[in-house]
């Protein structure tokens, strides 16, 4: 068989916004549930370029005590040539608690001090971006402030 390897699809910069991130303690859970609007971001690349379509959705984070941060976003980018493209993205973080909570704070964090990788789906109609539906990704992701930097590699 084969081994695959990874090549750069394309950039994207989520926005957030400033100020603080919904969190809530659901009953008889021993997480805290997030949620953060996306505002918009941009997506550039050798094989994607375009934008985060703003208000289109935003991330559902699950937050554990250990550190660990299990990601659940939906939002639309649209490709320059105005294809929209719907993604699903899933993944975790960990980080050490004291590291999660300086985040959490808005605070910036040597990134080494991260471990965050993401599992993207797409979903895109007929045309030139429709490679996206039948190619496995995996990502990388970065908090940049009120912004989150993420790679997004095809599994080739």
């Not at 603080?20 to 918009?40: I, N």
Request: with cysteine; net charge negative; proline share 8%.
């Amino acid at each position: 068989m084969q081994t695959p390897s990874l090549e750069l699809a394309f950039r994207a910069r989520l926005d957030f916004g400033e100020g603080p991130r919904l969190r809530f303690e659901p009953a008889a859970k021993a997480f805290t549930r997030g949620f953060v609007a996306v505002v918009g971001g941009e997506i550039s690349g050798p094989r994607l370029s375009g934008r985060v379509v703003p208000f289109s959705g935003g991330d559902w984070p699950r937050i554990w005590a250990s550190g660990l941060i299990e990601f659940e976003a939906h939002y639309m980018l649209e490709a320059d040539d105005g294809t929209p493209i719907y993604i699903h993205n899933r993944g975790i973080a960990w980080s050490d608690p004291q590291v999660v909570a300086r985040i959490e704070a808005g605070e910036s964090v040597d990134p080494a001090a991260t471990y965050c990788r993401i599992t993207p789906t797409f979903e895109v109609p007929p045309g030139p971006h429709d490679w996206l539906n039948r190619t496995v990704f995996v990502g990388v992701a970065e908090r940049q402030g009120a912004s989150t930097a993420f790679d997004y590699y095809a599994v080739t």
